[in-house]
């Protein structure tokens, strides 16, 4: 508990105010027990497990403020992280504080949550080894972000955004629009990208990015004492400057029935080392499928327009918002508008009747997408502008967070301007 901090860097003094794409990394195996005072704060902490970033931590709450942790810690262990409210005066808190660091294990790290703004308090916290101070009223995900923080390998910074694209059916597009996100992230948005194909059995990553690795994600999956970042490195093709592929082996010698966790530590290793990580999640929903991508920071889902697409959006979405409770909603692609001959669904039937407006309608063209498939190519490498390559570069800054996508909505004005800028 006694540790050097920095006191500008563990202090959040205007309270737990978040980014809107502030990537939260998911907080590591360990034990948290929080001893609250009010009923107010023992809920937002018990809120917050429900939170994807906490599957993995074992989380206790219980009341009675710092009084009842200082008899709880005079017999058994002190946990990883400790969180303590103090609504009592200042000194009083000072002084459990004191008390507590007689109890303390080195290792533990120590958040206090309060209702007092005041500098020479956080600073007689501070000296004390306290590694946080929260300001209530605190939300679940200011909490986490907390603490998060403490326990995040060396700073957000370095906190691999994870982008997960699942289809509605199989064959709607959702490794289409996977593997030319990600080659757009990587190209030309310059992120250093790597895409995750994880359809064992199946999966095409390899194909359309012309590449043969020998080894790939199977490795990491069925090796998952061996993985880190040296194993995957090794694991990974190139397929440009800033794009790598983690391929899946697509043969057929053994059955993939995978374990839930089964892409964890591989995903950890990719976080910490790579900015943004593109998950190719086939079109089935197990248990380690709906991990992979309630674990993920964004969901793209892509549909078709017909009736299928439409009951699967819907579920898709149900699913993942009550799994994700501090999360934005998926964002929906719909690919393959205007195959000749096929009655569709208006577009705006999503929209209506699902309250979901679709981020991106992609249409059909079997002449360019069949292809840029033959020729193991991106779209953007097929065509360097055009609708389609437009729509993959805008979907790519929507993923990143960067800006949100500008409709390619024609104004009346707009003839009536590129005359005048002619002139
Ligand atoms: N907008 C499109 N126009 C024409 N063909 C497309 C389009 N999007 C995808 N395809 C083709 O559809 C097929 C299935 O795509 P794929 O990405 O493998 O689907 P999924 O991963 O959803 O099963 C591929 O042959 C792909 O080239
Ligand atoms: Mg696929």
Redesign the pocket.
């Given at each position: 508990m006694r540790e050097a901090l920095n006191f500008a860097e563990s202090i959040d003094i205007d309270g737990p105010e978040l980014a809107p794409d502030a990537v939260i990394a998911p907080l590591p195996r360990i034990s948290v027990q929080a001893f609250c005072e009010t009923p107010g704060l023992a809920a937002v902490i018990e809120e917050s497990t429900h939170d994807r970033r906490m599957a993995r931590a074992h989380v206790k709450v219980h009341m009675g403020g710092a009084p009842a942790a200082l008899e709880a810690y005079q017999a058994a262990p002190t946990p990883n992280l400790l969180v303590l409210e103090s609504s009592a005066d200042p000194a009083q808190m000072i002084h459990h504080l004191d008390a507590l660091a007689e109890l303390c294990d080195a290792a533990t790290r120590v958040i206090v949550v309060g209702p007092v703004n005041d500098v020479s308090f956080y600073r007689e916290m501070i000296k004390r080894g306290v590694s946080d101070y929260l300001i209530l009223p605190v939300t679940p995900l200011g909490f986490i972000q907390s603490a998060s923080g403490l326990y995040a390998a060396s700073g957000a910074e370095s906190v691999g955004r994870a982008i997960a694209v699942v289809?509605t059916?199989?064959?709607?597009?959702?490794?289409?629009?996977?593997?030319n996100l990600a080659w757009a992230i990587a190209v030309a948005q310059k992120v250093n990208t790597v895409i995750v194909d994880l359809?064992l059995g199946f999966g095409?990553a390899a194909l359309d990015f012309d590449q043969d690795p020998p080894q790939g994600v199977a490795d990491a999956v069925f090796a998952p004492d061996r993985i880190d970042a040296n194993l995957v490195d090794r694991l990974l093709a190139k397929c440009s400057d800033n794009l790598s592929l983690l391929a899946a082996p697509a043969l057929l010698d053994r059955v993939y029935d995978l374990q839930e966790t089964a892409f964890d530590a591989v995903i950890d290793v990719l976080r910490a080392s790579t900015p943004c990580i593109v998950l190719?999640i086939?079109?089935v929903w197990t248990s380690w499928a709906k991990r992979v991508a309630v674990g993920a920071d964004e969901v793209i889902v892509?549909a078709e327009p017909d009736l299928a697409s439409f009951r699967n959006v819907k579920n898709i979405f149900g699913a993942l918002k009550q799994a994700r409770p501090n999360d934005r909603p998926p964002k929906l692609v719909v690919?393959?508008?205007g195959v000749p001959k096929r009655p569709e669904l208006p577009l705006a039937d999503f929209a209506k009747v699902l309250e979901i407006e679709p981020m991106a309608s992609?249409?059909?063209?079997?002449a360019?997408?069949?292809s840029?498939?033959n020729n193991g190519r991106m779209i953007m490498e097929m065509q360097g502008t055009g609708k389609?390559p437009d729509i993959f570069a805008q979907l790519a800054t929507a993923a990143l967070g960067r800006q949100p996508i500008v409709k390619n909505k024609t104004s009346l004005l707009a003839p009536i301007l590129k005359k005048l800028r002619r002139g």
């Open positions: 289809g059916k199989g064959g709607v597009g959702a490794s289409t629009v996977a593997h359809d095409t190719d086939p079109h892509v690919n393959k508008i992609i249409p059909f063209d079997a360019l997408f069949g840029a498939l389609v």
